[in-house]
Nanobody
Framework: QVRLVESGGGSVQAGGSLKLSCTPSTYLSGTYCLGWFRQAPGKEREGVATILSSGRTTYADSVKGRFTISQDNTKNTLYLQMNSLKPEDSGMYYC?????????????????????WGQGTQVTVSS
């Protein structure tokens, strides 16, 4: 099991930017998926963005064009660049990982698919 540690959350006004980081406890290898999820109070956790070890990315419709997921393969760190933030982007942001079949060409975006989770970092966007 891999331990994941998120950082970079905070409070920002609408229209602002934040960059989240997620550092795994071990170097990730093979075919793996990393994802960012968020959960607002009283709501279910939802997928925000995913990245496959090959570099293929997916985004929720609500963040397309505003958020960018990336991975620094040298440091093995996962990032989420969030621009043009809206109040509805507020919530606890989690990074997560799982190891799919080697032939997987895109990562899943549901909570149930991910095995390892971080503790989360809070993002608050004020209007």
């Amino acid at each position: 099991q891999v331990r994941l540690v998120e950082s970079g959350g905070g409070s920002v006004q609408a229209g602002g930017s934040l960059k989240l980081s997620c550092t795994p406890s071990t170097y990730l290898s093979g075919t793996y998926c990393l994802g960012w999820f968020r959960q607002a109070p009283g709501k279910e956790r939802e997928g925000v963005a995913t990245i496959l070890s090959s570099g293929r990315t997916t985004y929720a419709d609500s963040v397309k064009g505003r958020f960018t997921i990336s991975q620094d393969n040298t440091k093995n760190t996962l990032y989420l660049q969030m621009n043009s933030l809206k109040p509805e982007d507020s919530g606890m942001y989690y990074c997560a990982a799982y190891w799919p079949a080697i032939w997987t060409w895109t990562c899943g975006s549901t909570v149930a698919e991910y095995r390892d989770w971080g503790q989360g970092t809070q993002v608050t966007v004020s209007s």
